[in-house]
């Protein structure tokens, strides 16, 4: 029992310093500091999911959102302005548009079942299966990864084929660096030829 | 309340200080220290949460966190001062 309320005590402070990190980054003009802020936002959330046992989402929000994106944004900034613009005039029903959106998503998790709840479908469904009868059926030992690898077989391969397709649609479109390199220098064709 | 929830309180009070810190700024090396400040913090909340629950084994995750951190952290001083990971001239 205890342990439970100083849980949900931490919960509920992590909560609290991402709502005034959400505030914050939607005040600020300096886009270098939103940045920072993002990546911080990040690391709560990845705290947030490990104390939720997601340990592996956890540690995937933390590499791409506090790695990987913090340093794309910055990337992104060292093109573009450094401070954002300010806007106008406040637009009232964009506002209230938001604001709508955000009460209708609360009602609906009010459908959901309680948090941890051991009677929710979920743990109903396949999961006990897979956690039983895996290791014997797959012979992993990883029930993460018997579920990626063999069970969602079909999933995965769909979603590393989108990968590829985005990352080789990102690369047509960037234009990479060898043709830059060939425009400026003429002689860079032979050098171009061979390393390829 | 044991020693574990003590400690997790000093973290939480940590982090909301680096939290301070990175709101007011002012330079662009403050907000840099406090997003740093915060990673090593997050290491510390998960390692302290897994004595807390009962589940030591939780200290290699914040051993990933903290190897994470470090080579975010280089990506991102590399970035500002180069801008760009490959080369180390400037601005090319």
Known sequence: MGTFVVGSMIEVTLFAFM????????????????????????????????????????????????GISTVLFLGALGLTASEETRPLHHRLSAKLVVI?????????????????????????????????????????????????????????????????????????????????????????????EGSA | MNVFAVAMLGILVTMLLALVRAFLGPTVYDRVLAANMFGTKTVLLIAVSGFLTGRPEWLDLALIYALMNFTGMIALLRFSKFENLAHDEQGK
Request: charged content about 15%; overall charge negative; cysteine-free.
């Open chain 1, 19 to 66: 709502i005034a990190l959400t505030l914050y980054i939607a005040r600020i003009r300096s886009l270098f500091a939103a940045a920072m802020l993002f990546g911080i936002f990040s690391l709560i959330s990845a705290g947030m999911l490990t104390l939720m046992d997601a340990v592996d989402v956890a540690f995937t929000e933390a590499a791409v959102g506090a």
């Open chain 1, 100 to 192: 709508a959106t955000g009460l209708m998503l609360a009602w609906g998790t009010l459908d959901m079942p309680a948090y941890g709840d051991p009677d929710a479908p979920i743990h109903h469904h396949v999961a006990p299966h897979y956690l039983e009868d895996s290791e014997e059926e797959i012979g992993i030992p990883n029930v993460v990864t018997s579920v990626l690898a063999s069970y969602r077989g079909y999933d995965t391969f769909g979603e590393t084929t989108v990968v590829l397709t985005a990352a080789v649609g990102a690369m047509l479109l960037l234009g990479g660096g060898l043709t830059r390199a060939r425009d400026d220098d003429p002689d860079a064709d032979a050098h171009g």
